[in-house]
């Protein structure tokens, strides 16, 4: 069992920074991969960023890539993620998760916690 919570999400004007965190306990060894995935209601769910914990290889969603970094300690215990330049496609609850592998596009975690709110409006 893994244990998953999210903070650090806001209402932010578009160009502007967030940075979510996210702490992990229980089981987080056996997993291979530490990642975010966002959730808009009425739309599919999609991977933003994972971090494959055996080599360190990151994915990023293509939207994203420039604007966000994920990071994270080796014992999978803490993640973030840092927004810059947040856009109008950007808002979304965003959740963090656990899953075996880290690839590209990987939206299916096993474990994932409660999710944090990502709003972008002026």
């Known amino acids: 069992q893994v244990q998953l919570v999210e903070s650090g999400g806001d209402l932010v004007q578009p160009g502007e920074s967030l940075k979510l965190s996210c702490a992990a306990s229980?089981?987080?060894?056996?997993?291979?991969?530490i990642g975010w995935f966002r959730q808009v209601p009425g739309k599919e769910r999609e991977g933003v960023a994972c971090?494959?914990?055996?080599?360190?290889?990151?994915f990023y969603l293509d939207s994203v890539k420039g604007r966000f970094t994920i990071s994270g300690n080796d014992a999978k215990t803490s993640l973030f993620l840092q927004m810059n330049n947040l856009k109008p496609e950007d808002p979304a609850v965003y959740y963090c998760?656990?899953?075996?592998?880290?690839?590209?596009?990987?939206?299916?975690?096993?474990?994932w916690g409660q999710g944090t709110q990502v709003t972008v409006s002026s």
């Open positions: 998760g656990v899953s075996l592998y880290c690839h590209e596009g990987l939206n299916e975690y096993d474990y």
């Open positions: 229980g089981s987080t060894l056996r997993y291979y991969a």
């Open positions: 971090i494959r914990s055996t080599d360190g290889w990151k």
